[in-house]
C-alpha cells in the first residue's frame, strides 16, 4: 500500500509541474495580448475615458467575488493538511520516511499553487500546519541519519576491535603484510565515517593508535632481529679468527663489536640483550687469554733475546780477550822472525787485521779497547814493512 501512495503522490507531482507551467505559459500570452492593445490605443479615447471616468472619491469599490473552485481548491488542501497532521506521526514518519518526504514535497508544491487571492487566515493555516508537518519529517530524518551514522560507526568499532583482538604482536609477526593491508584498509574506512560524534571519534583514533603501534613494534622487532643476527655472525666470525689471529688485530674487532651492540641496544628486548652480552663476555675472555698468551710469549722472546745477547757478549768478550793474547803472542814472535818468514808473518797480520775490523763493529768492544788493539796492529805493520825491506 506505501508504494501505490508513493506512486501516486509522484504522478500528482508531476502533473502539478505541468499545470503550473500551463499557467505560466497562459499569463504570458494573456500579458502580450494586454500589452498590444494598450500600444494600439489612441491618445482621444484616453481622453474620452478619463472625460467618463467618476472622481475618484465617489468610485465604489466593488471587488470581484472569488470563483468557487478557488476557494475550493485551498480548503481541500487545508483539509488535507489536516489530514497529514492527524495521520502521519512521528512513529508512522519513521516507518514511512520516504512516502512522507513525498507528501511534504507535495504539499509544499500544491501551497505554491494557491491563488493570490486565498484568504490570509486560510493561506495562513495551511502555511502552519505544513511548517508542523515540516518539522516532524525533519526531526525524524534527523534522528534516523543519527540513527544510520551510529550503526555505521558501531559497525566499524567492531570490526577495528575485531582486528586488535586478531592481530596480536605474535599474530602480526607471522602475518606482517596481511596486518598491514587490514590496518590501511581500516584507515580508509575512516575516512568516510559520518562526523558529528566526538566521542565515537575518539575512540576510533585510540584504537587505530594502538594498532598502528603493534605493526610499528613488530616492524621495529624483525628490524632488530635482522641486525641482532648481524651482530652475531660478525662475533662467530670473531671467534673463529680468534683461533689464530693477533691480538691488535682482533682488539680492534672487538671495539667493534662494542660500538654496533650500543647502537642496538634500546632496540632489542631483554632476552635479546642477555644474549649478545654473554657472547661479547666470551668474546672478551678469549681476548683476555689470547692478551696473556701474546704477553707471555713476548716476556718469553724478551728473556730468550736477552740471554742470547748475553751469551754473544760473553762470547765476544773472550773471543776478544783471546784476540788480544793472540796479538800479543805474535809481537813476540815477530821480534824472533827472519826475513825468509815475512809473506807467512804477513799472511797471519792480514788474518788479525780482519778479526779486528769484525770486532769493532759490534757494541760491545769498548773505544779504549779498541784503540789499545789499533796500536798493536800499526807496530805490527811497522815492524813487517822494516822485515820486507830488509829482503
Avoid at 602475518?175 to 562526523?195: T, V
Avoid at 643476527?229 to 682482533?250: P, T
Avoid at 740471554?307 to 800479543?328: A, C, V
Avoid at 824472533?336 to 759490534?362: D, I, M, S, W
Wanted: glycine fraction near 2%; include cysteine.
Amino acid at each position: 500500500m506505501a508504494d501505490n501512495t508513493i506512486r501516486s503522490i509522484k504522478d500528482y507531482l508531476k502533473s502539478v509541474e505541468e499545470e503550473q507551467k500551463q499557467i505560466e505559459e497562459k499569463e504570458k500570452l494573456l500579458y502580450n495580448v494586454e500589452e498590444k492593445k494598450e500600444d494600439e490605443s489612441s491618445p482621444i479615447m484616453e481622453e474620452v475615458v478619463a472625460e467618463e471616468s467618476a472622481p475618484e472619491e465617489l468610485v465604489e469599490v466593488i471587488e470581484e467575488p472569488k470563483p468557487p473552485e478557488e476557494i475550493d481548491f485551498a480548503n481541500d488542501l487545508f483539509e488535507k493538511t489536516e489530514m497529514v497532521l492527524k495521520k502521519y506521526s512521528s512513529a508512522y514518519i519513521n516507518q514511512n520516511i520516504e512516502n512522507s518526504q513525498l507528501m511534504l514535497e507535495f504539499l509544499q508544491k500544491t501551497m505554491m499553487m494557491l491563488p493570490y487571492n486565498t484568504e490570509f487566515q486560510l493561506r495562513e493555516s495551511i502555511d502552519k500546519n505544513i511548517a508542523h508537518y515540516k518539522r516532524l519529517v525533519d526531526t525524524v530524518s534527523s534522528s534516523k541519519a543519527k540513527a544510520e551514522n551510529k550503526k555505521i560507526l558501531e559497525d566499524y568499532l567492531y570490526d577495528l576491535d575485531k582486528a586488535l583482538r586478531r592481530y596480536s604482536k605474535l599474530q602480526i609477526e607471522k602475518d606482517n603484510k596481511k596486518a598491514q593491508y587490514d590496518y590501511n584498509l581500516l584507515l580508509e574506512r575512516r575516512n568516510e565515517l559520518p562526523e558529528g560524534n566526538p566521542t565515537y571519534e575518539m575512540v576510533v583514533s585510540k584504537r587505530l593508535s594502538e594498532f598502528e603501534r603493534r605493526i610499528r613494534e613488530v616492524n621495529t622487532d624483525i628490524k632488530a632481529k635482522k641486525e641482532c643476527e648481524v651482530i652475531d655472525l660478525h662475533i662467530r666470525n670473531f671467534m673463529k679468527k680468534a683461533e689464530k689471529g693477533s691480538f691488535n688485530e682482533l682488539y680492534a674487532e672487538y671495539k667493534q663489536l662494542i660500538e654496533e651492540y650500543r647502537l642496538l641496544e634500546e632496540k632489542l628486548d631483554k632476552n635479546e640483550i642477555v644474549s649478545v652480552k654473554n657472547s661479547l663476555y666470551r668474546c672478551k675472555e678469549r681476548l683476555e687469554k689470547i692478551k696473556n698468551k701474546s704477553q707471555k710469549e713476548m716476556r718469553k722472546k724478551h728473556v730468550e733475546e736477552e740471554q742470547k745477547k748475553k751469551e754473544e757478549y760473553l762470547g765476544i768478550r773472550t773471543f776478544w780477550n783471546e784476540y788480544i793474547t793472540d796479538l800479543r803472542l805474535f809481537v813476540e814472535s815477530l821480534k824472533t822472525a827472519n826475513p825468509n818468514q815475512y809473506f807467512t808473518l804477513y799472511e797471519k797480520y792480514t788474518g788479525l787485521l780482519e778479526v779486528f775490523y769484525n770486532l769493532v763493529r759490534n757494541d760491545m768492544i769498548s773505544k779504549e779497547e779498541s784503540q789499545q788493539a789499533t796500536h798493536i796492529l800499526e807496530y805490527l805493520e811497522a815492524e813487517l814493512e822494516k822485515m820486507r825491506k830488509r829482503i
